[in-house]
């Protein structure tokens, strides 16, 4: 009989044993399935960020191309009411009403 105990105890040993082994592996099998859900949900910001930036820098540059074509029509009309006033010594009407259309 001691025999029979000291066998049932080895083998339960083992089934505790290959009990938590089972378990650790599926518990690491989780971890990765986890790892791979998280790596999927940063892919997927990463390219709604990217997506984002892209949309915001052609923004940007639609802007930075309005306000250089507002500078240049801003010296040009400058251009032409400092030429008038060295010319005339008077400010064309007509000029003042397109800086204030140009503005506003």
């Not at 105890?9 to 791979?36: G, M, P, V």
């Not at 999927?40 to 930036?53: A, D, F, G, M, P």
């Not at 008077?90 to 506003?104: A, H, S, W």
């Amino acid at each position: 009989m001691a025999t029979k105990r000291g066998e049932k105890r080895n083998i339960d040993d083992n089934e505790r044993i290959s009990r938590r082994n089972t378990e650790k592996s599926s518990e690491a099998e989780k971890r990765i399935r986890l790892s791979d859900d998280n790596v999927e949900v940063n892919k997927k910001s990463i390219e709604k960020l990217l997506r984002t930036n892209s949309q915001i820098i052609s923004k940007l540059e639609v802007l930075i191309t309005g306000q250089k074509n507002l500078e240049t029509r801003l010296s040009g009309i400058e251009k032409k009411l400092n030429d008038d006033n060295k010319n005339n010594n008077t400010i064309d009407p007509e000029y003042i009403k397109v800086i204030k259309m140009n503005i506003i």
